[in-house]
């Protein structure tokens, strides 16, 4: 995988949290902001798809759906009292 070296600007108190935990987790800088930056990637990406899912699942059923439903709870309900 090609590597592309980037300057970045960022607050003395984050560089310095991001030193320590580095040192704590025997890595460079550097790879401790590729971790940082991949999991933010993958959270992003996760975000989206649960945003994706939501939606699909937000539309309010129609009647033909509705009265599945109703059908399958109804016989649901009868074998699960015939079992008790």
């Known amino acids: 995988m090609q590597a592309i070296k980037t300057a970045i600007s960022i607050e003395k108190n984050l560089f310095d949290q991001a030193e320590k935990i580095a040192r704590t987790m025997k890595v460079s800088r550097s790879k401790l902001f590729v971790m940082a930056l ?47």
């Open 38 to 84: 991949q999991d933010f990637i993958e959270h992003q990406k996760n975000k989206e798809l649960l945003a994706q899912i939501n939606a699909a699942y937000a539309d309010e059923p129609d009647a033909t759906e509705q009265t599945l439903r109703r059908k399958a709870r109804r016989q649901h309900r009868r074998i699960v009292e015939g079992e008790w």
